[in-house]
T-cell receptor, first 111, second 121 residues
């Protein structure tokens, strides 16, 4: 079982729909990142969370530390939101910290 | 403010050769981390550097190495290339913090470069 599990793997929505992507993890973490990757490879950091909820424009990210679960919500989705969304957790080892990534969620928003 | 710059963007090598990739972080950022992305394995952590010190290393063979210079620029090197090393190599920079009594608190928000796409033939 992967340390970071995302669902769904693929998601197709119509423009304007409310979208939720889920991330569950099995290790103790110091932070959780939500990343966006467009075709061509560039990655943009959307949120870094250690507790609670953050909002930026139409994007909302929440985390429940006790349940080891985070969600990324997109309100009023738009075709330009089409991308791969990746959850990553920062955990600590004796040698230092590392990021472990989920497999990503491919989101397609149709006009 | 200039973003994270990775060079070269694309390169083709043959098996057995070696390659060096460069990452220039955002000015003022002291932490640089490297990642490998392949279709089969997804994104995987390679290394993390802070103030010229390697803080952690991922589960990769010794053919993968890296370093960070005093100006925070970082390089990674892959020797004796194998076909499976074909991937997108991404670096990310962040402000980072210096170690204290509570330990290294982690690099914080990450800013990624566009990546170096390596093809091994």
């Amino acid at each position: 079982k992967n340390e970071v599990e995302q669902s769904p793997q693929n998601l197709t929505a119509q423009e304007g729909e409310f979208i939720t992507i889920n991330c569950s993890y099995s290790v103790g973490i110091s932070a959780l990142h939500w990343l966006q990757q467009h075709p061509g490879g560039g990655i943009v950091s959307l949120f870094m969370l250690s507790s609670g909820k953050k909002k930026h424009g139409r994007l909302i990210a929440t985390i429940n530390i006790q349940e080891k679960h985070s969600s990324l919500h997109i309100t009023a989705s738009h075709p330009r939101d089409s991308a791969v969304y990746i959850c990553a957790v920062r955990s600590w080892e004796t040698s230092g910290s590392r990021l472990t990534f989920g497999e990503g969620t491919q989101l397609t928003v149709n006009p | 403010k200039a973003g994270v710059t990775q060079t070269p963007r694309y390169l083709i090598k043959t098996r057995g050769q070696q390659v060096t990739l460069s990452c220039s972080p955002i000015s003022g950022h002291r932490s640089v981390s490297w990642y490998q992305q392949t279709p089969g394995q997804g994104l995987q952590f390679l290394f993390e550097y802070f103030s010229e010190t390697q803080r952690n290393k991922g589960n990769f063979p010794g053919r993968f190495s890296g370093r960070q210079f005093s100006n925070s620029r970082s390089e990674m090197n892959v020797s004796t290339l194998e076909l499976g090393d074909s991937a997108l190599y991404l670096c990310a920079s962040s402000l980072g913090t210096s170690p204290g009594l509570a330990g290294f608190s982690g690099p914080g928000e990450l800013f990624f470069g566009e990546g170096s796409r390596l093809t091994v033939l």
